[in-house]
């Protein structure tokens, strides 16, 4: 008895054991005044990042924690962070050990030759501003913190690798043969022992690292509808140990026909998710992560973009076992950094290193937007190139990508470099009218049409107390989010080339930069908002469109209560084939139709709206009102200029601020006339419109919106809009 019990003390000190380091942390901004008693993960931004005024705490902060003998013992010992953002330093009893620039990758340090008989672990981390470590500018807020986690291992003498860019050790490549239905896997693994066990799906092979396994009847991960998830185990003679779940599947696209999943076709929708919740920042729980995934498979996406950086391996996990496809990146964005090279080289070697198992992965992302704020030139591309390699030799498996934006030409020869390609656009949005999207995906596939190109980022802001029933750009109306998403969901089902398609966002999302549509550091292009706890009316739209499982109706303009016209839109998202409406319990009409269903009813004064689908319902209530319900409007200057304009009034003979710039600009005389008063717009305005002049795509995009549009774009008042509009008039087409 005594012996078998010393015996297991035994086994069980050589096994690994992981230890979740939660409790007992202290915290400050300063090594010698840690006063803060806090628990991970944490970040430091949760308030400060997410309330506007770009001003959040970015700097260097500490954490301190005692290890106690338990938590030390075994014969090897390593500190795994499982996310520091954005750079970190490990030290024991004040002995540096490593430092680790990257927010949002693992990385692990061998504790063992710095312990002693008391141990205090102290990590520093800054997510100060520099000019190497990649994000530095970008459109959401740099949290700093220990936000995902710290690990103890303990490990035997004879163990699998853990430092390399922070290996599982494991590594599974599953080859499908669709025609026969058998995989060839091939399962590699690090470590220091003479032999290792590796099993497969019931089978164990003893090997020195690597090995392979058939299997016959293959059980594909088949996206969505089945994501089966076969488990590789490689076990040390030591009884180190270390596993990994794995799917089987093939994918590849097409430039005319998109992506293929299986051999057949699959075609990817979905959206794009950041790591934040309001009041945590990115310090999320698991059941945080599960809940936003629970939310992706509610709206029917079978596509994610991670952005716009790697994200806790907890997620990628969860898109593994419900199936869906994910473009993963890093955060090489905005603005392309002469020092940064090399970090972006290691950013990318640890994604792949540490997310290489994942089924879920499709594409590597090599950049967003980068030519956003930096020239396409020779340094630039050599930094593609060199990511694209890399991709190419860690894994010859996947497709690399990247994220341009609007302005790049289509002809740079950036978009030469990744296999496949994307867009962000936002026409309908920041700038032009939503069918220079169309125009845009058209040309580029006439122009190139062996080239596979993708939709990586498209959507309107939108604040959930906002309403109009006359909703424009720039409104931040829940109605002008929908009518947008609409017309682009349209747009997608009609081009079927698309490879993948990502709105922005699902969720609303810190920009603690950002102070608009009503909120102060928040990017309001999510279809959820930022706590999660209202799903704003594009999310039915996407739900009726892609989920196809459980029958629903929703009511648009729930919060749209007081409405002052005399006749009002009654719209219904649905993905049943039939909708019945009924005003006060009294049927109005039923319709058939697909995704959107729009009634007209009188409106008289209170109103029981409810709508009937096959088997399911929704209800709500509306009513007249005599004047505009002020609290509905955003900009109450701008809303004044809405409308105010009839289309009766203007001679079509003449010119009219419902010109196109570019109509108007064929004129001598009417083009003299706006170019004067742009030129004066520009002087005022220096940087951004030296970037328009010299930019010709964006020249040749804004001389197809009407004048009018760019006027409002530009924040133009009521009366400087009148006085141009006069002075067309006068002017004979
Ligand atoms: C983009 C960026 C993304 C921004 C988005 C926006 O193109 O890639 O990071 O948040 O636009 O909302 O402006």
Not at 4 to 18: D, F, Q, S, T, Y
Not at 35 to 63: E, I, K, M, S
Not at 232 to 243: H, R
Not at 671 to 686: F, L
Request: proline letters at 3%; one cysteine or more.
């Amino acid at each position: 008895m005594r012996f078998l019990k010393k015996h297991c003390m035994k086994e069980i000190r050589k096994m690994r054991n992981v230890t979740a380091l939660t409790d007992g942390w202290r915290f400050g901004k300063r090594r010698d005044e840690m006063t803060d008693c806090v628990t991970l993960p944490h970040t430091w931004n949760a308030l400060d990042g997410q309330d506007g005024g770009n001003d959040y705490y970015r700097g260097t902060c500490w954490y301190a924690r005692e290890l106690s003998g338990a938590e030390t013992a075994g014969e090897r010992l390593f500190l795994e962070v499982n996310g520091a953002a954005m750079t970190a330093e490990v030290y024991l009893n004040g002995k540096k050990l490593t430092r680790h620039e990257g927010g949002y990758s693992c990385f692990r340090v061998e504790l063992t030759q710095a312990l002693e008989q008391n141990n205090l672990l102290e990590i520093s981390v800054s997510n100060e501003d520099n000019t190497s470590v990649y994000p530095q500018k970008a459109d959401f807020t740099f949290y700093g913190g220990l936000y995902r986690g710290v690990n103890l291992i303990s490990v035997p003498a004879e163990h699998f690798e853990l430092l390399k860019d922070g290996t599982p050790g494991i590594k599974v490549t599953p080859v499908v043969h669709l025609e026969t239905m058998r995989a060839t896997v091939t399962v590699e693994t690090w470590h220091n022992a003479p032999s290792v066990d590796i099993t497969v799906n019931g089978e164990t092979k003893r090997v020195e690292r690597c090995a392979q396994f058939e299997i016959d009847h293959v059980h594909l991960w088949d996206g969505v509808d089945d994501p089966y998830l076969y488990t590789a185990v490689a076990k040390l003679p030591s009884g180190d140990e270390v596993s990994t779940r794995f799917g089987c599947r093939v994918f590849h696209c097409n430039p005319e026909k998109g992506f293929f999943l299986n051999g057949r076709s699959y075609p990817l929708r979905g959206v794009s998710r950041h790591q934040d919740l309001k009041g945590k920042g990115n310090a999320l729980s698991y059941e945080d992560h599960a809940a936003d995934m629970a939310i992706i498979r509610e709206l029917g996406a079978n596509t994610l973009r991670l952005a716009h950086y790697q994200h806790a391996q907890a997620f990628y996990d969860l898109c593994d076992e419900n199936g869906i496809v994910v473009w993963a990146e890093i955060p090489y964005i905005t603005m392309h950094m002469q020092n940064g090279r090399q970090n972006t080289l290691n950013q990318m070697r640890e994604l792949i290193t540490q997310c290489y198992n994942h089924p879920c992965i499709a594409v590597w992302g090599l950049s967003n937007e980068i030519t956003a704020a930096s020239p396409v030139n020779e340094d630039l591309l050599e930094n593609h190139r060199l990511l694209h390699e890399l991709c190419h030799q860690m894994d010859p498996t996947r497709l690399t990508t990247m994220a341009d934006v609007f302005m790049l030409e289509i002809d740079s020869p950036i978009l030469e470099i990744p296999d496949i390609n994307s867009y962000n656009l936002y026409f309908g949005w920041y700038l032009g009218e939503l069918e220079q999207t169309d125009e845009f995906f058209d040309e580029y596939h006439a122009k190139y049409p062996n080239r596979v190109i993708g939709f990586s980022e498209y959507g309107a802001d939108a604040n959930p107390a906002y309403h109009s029933s006359h909703p424009e750009k720039g409104d931040y109306s829940e109605e002008y989010q929908a009518l947008y998403h609409e017309h682009m969901l349209r747009m997608i089902e009609q081009r079927p080339y698309l490879w993948a398609t990502h709105v922005w966002n699902l969720f609303d999302f810190a920009a603690d930069g950002r102070d608009e549509g009503g909120k102060h550091g928040e990017n309001q292009k999510g279809l959820v908002t930022f706590d999660r706890s209202l799903r704003k009316d594009a999310f039915y739209l996407y739900k009726a469109a892609w989920n196809k499982k459980a029958p629903f109706v929703h009511l648009c303009g729930k919060r749209y209560t007081n409405r002052c016209e005399a006749e009002t839109e009654i719209k219904v998202y649905s993905n049943t084939d039939e909708v019945t409406l009924y005003v006060d319990g009294t049927k109005l009409a039923t319709q058939k139709g697909r995704t959107v269903f729009t009634f007209q009813i009188p409106l008289l004064g209170e109103h029981l709206i409810r709508a009937e689908g096959e088997g399911c319902s929704d209800t709500m209530v509306i009513r007249r009102v005599s004047e505009p319900d002020e609290s509905y409007i955003f900009n109450k200057a701008a809303a004044s200029v809405t409308n105010w304009f009839d289309a009766d009034e203007i001679d079509q003979s003449c010119f009219s601020i419902n010109d196109t710039l570019g109509e108007i600009r064929a004129h001598p005389q009417a083009g003299a006339i706006v170019d004067a008063m742009m030129a004066k717009g520009a002087s005022e305005r220096g940087d951004v419109a030296d970037a328009v002049k010299d930019n010709p795509a964006l020249q040749r995009m804004m001389g197809r919106m009407t004048m009018l549009s760019l006027l409002k774009q530009g924040g133009a008042d009521e009366e400087s809009i009148k006085q141009l509009n006069r002075i067309l008039q006068g002017i004979k087409k």
